[in-house]
């Protein structure tokens, strides 16, 4: 039974997040029906990270499992015909081996959360970053998240209605840079607990606006309470970057839509 990998992006504003819902439009269900038209059988698709709703993808990655032998090429123009003013755009497919699988075979998620620190908004940029009026402390919030990297328990960082098991996780990566008017927050794990990006980008900025000192991370990791720490931060500003495996399936590099 051939196997099929599929490399994406997506407007999350268009969708009620990647998981198939009851009444909602999301980017699995849309998918799963278009892929059903071509291939005239249902499939289910499995994702390497779900998204909120509200939350983009540059490079998501999902795999589904077919009866027969596809033709990756038509395949990729007939839901990028279905797609093109939906807000999903599929930019490669690839057949894989059997056993490789979207999530489980994932060896590091990458994030980015992005922010126009600006007194003016950006009409060219609704519902794709965050917007915050007063200036932010660049240096101050790369401190503090310096302090996230490495093992820990993440308990003050993740949601409420998380289903994790356990709130321990390690951080790999953690940055925060400017480009002009843009602040780019770039975390990388192997996995992330629900909400757990926005939980921490929404505490960097609170000490980017001066309302806390870097040191407050440490009390954070020390004495795990989600009602200490900062804000969510709105979904708009995120993004599912890439997905990293053993092997390189995909060879296209995701692109900021600006």
């Not at 009444?23 to 390497?48: A, C, D, N, P």
């Not at 840079?177 to 960097?204: A, E, K, Y």
Request: glycine share 6%; net charge positive.
């Amino acid at each position: 039974m051939p196997r099929y990998a599929l490399l994406m992006e997506y407007d999350g504003s268009f969708f009620s997040g990647f998981q198939r819902q009851i009444h909602q439009i999301s980017v699995q269900g849309f998918l799963e029906e278009k892929i059903g038209i071509f291939t005239k059988k249902s499939v289910t698709l499995h994702v390497s990270g779900r998204t909120d709703t509200g939350v983009h993808a540059l490079g998501q990655v999902a795999h589904f499992d077919s009866d027969e032998t596809l033709d990756p090429f038509k395949l990729k123009g007939c839901l990028n015909h279905f797609g093109r003013d939906k807000g999903v755009s599929i930019l490669d497919i690839k057949e894989v081996s059997p056993d490789f699988h979207a999530r489980f075979s994932s060896l590091e998620r990458s994030y980015l959360y992005i922010i126009l620190n600006r007194s003016s908004p950006s009409p060219l940029l609704k519902g794709r970053v965050a917007h915050v009026v007063s200036p932010l402390d660049i240096k101050k919030m790369q401190e503090a998240a310096c302090k996230l990297l490495g093992h820990h328990n993440f308990e003050s960082f993740r949601s409420a209605h998380c289903q994790a098991k356990n709130s321990f996780r390690t951080l790999n990566h953690c940055d925060v840079s400017s480009q002009r008017d843009l602040v780019i927050i770039n975390v990388r794990s192997r996995s992330f607990l629900h909400n757990q990006v926005r939980i921490l980008v929404g505490t960097l900025l609170h000490i980017g606006l001066l309302k806390k000192e870097p040191s407050w991370i440490d009390d954070l990791l020390q004495i795990p309470d989600r009602t200490k720490s900062g804000p969510t931060a709105p979904a708009e500003g995120l993004y599912f970057e890439s997905v990293k495996y053993a092997q390189d399936i995909f060879k296209t590099t995701p692109l900021l839509p600006f």
